[in-house]
C-alpha cells in the first residue's frame, strides 16, 4: 500500500475578515492555494476580544458549503431560512448554500477566548443552484475514539478505521465524500490511515510539529502551516517534540473550473456575474 507523502507546505497568513476578525487563512489566500475542492480554511483563535467581537454581520453565500468547526467560546447562526444555531465549544455547523444563502455568525460573548475554524468546499456544478441548507451539529453528536497509537479523533464527516472499528461521523452521503477529523497525538504518537487513492487530501497542524509520509522519508509540518499530500493509499503522522492536535480532511476532487468572487463561488464568469445581479436585486435565495 503507497504511503501519501507531504508535497507542499502552505504558510498561513494573519488576515481579516467579516466585520474585523482577526485569523489566519492557509488554504484559499490565493487561487493557486486551493486542494480541489477545498476552497478556503479559516483558523481565528484570541482571548482578546477586540480580535473577534465584530463578528460577522448578515452577509451572502452561492455554489459551496461552508463547515465551522468550534475549538472554544460561543457563537450563534442564523440565516435568511429562519435557521438558529448556537455553535459551542466542540459543535460545529455545515451550512450549504447552494443557490443562495443569507447568514450571520455571531459572538455570544464578551471576553474569553475563541477559537476554530471554517472551511469552505466546493460544490459540483449540478449542485450549485440547489436549496441552500443548514445543520446543527451538537458536541455530543461528534464520536470520539481513543487511537491505538496515543491520542484521540472526532469525526465530524465520513470516517475512518480504529482497531479495526469503523468510526463514523454524523455527516455523511456528500457528492464530495467529505472526510473532516479533528486529530490530537500525545508525544511520540502515531496514527495511519488508508484513504481513497482518488482523494486529494491536506492538513492543518494547529497545535505542536506533525512528521507526516513514511518512516524513510518523513517531512515535518509545523504549528499553524497546511500540508498538501502526494498521492497514496494511506497516510501516516507522528507527534514530534511533544502533542500535537491537527484537522485531517480529504475529498473526492471535481476537476472543474472554479471562478471566485468574494463569497460567490462558480463555474464561470457569467455565473458569477448572474449571481451579484440577484443579490443586488435581492433574487439570490
Known sequence: MSIRQLQQIIHSVATSDGAGVSLRRSLGQSGAARVDPFLMLDEFSSDDPDDYIAGFPPHPHRGFETVTYMLDGHMLHEDHLGNRGDLLPGGAQWMTAGRGIIHSEMPQQESGRMRGFQLWINLPAKE?????????????????????????????AGSIMVD???????????????????????????????????????VYAYEGNLDIGPADNRRRLMTQDAGVLSGGESVEFKAIGGAARFLLLAARPLGEPVVQHGPFVMNSSAEIEQALADYRSNRLV
Open 164 to 202: 479495526g472499528r469503523e468510526v463514523a461521523g454524523p455527516v455523511q452521503g456528500l457528492s464530495t465524500q467529505a472526510l473532516y477529523v479533528d486529530m490530537h497525538l500525545t508525544d511520540g504518537g502515531e496514527f495511519t490511515q488508508a484513504l481513497p487513492a482518488e482523494h486529494n487530501v491536506f
Open 128 to 156: 450549485k443552484m440547489k436549496p441552500a441548507a443548514y445543520r446543527d451539529i451538537r458536541p455530543e453528536e461528534i464520536p470520539q475514539a481513543d487511537l491505538p497509537g496515543g491520542g484521540t479523533a472526532r469525526v465530524i
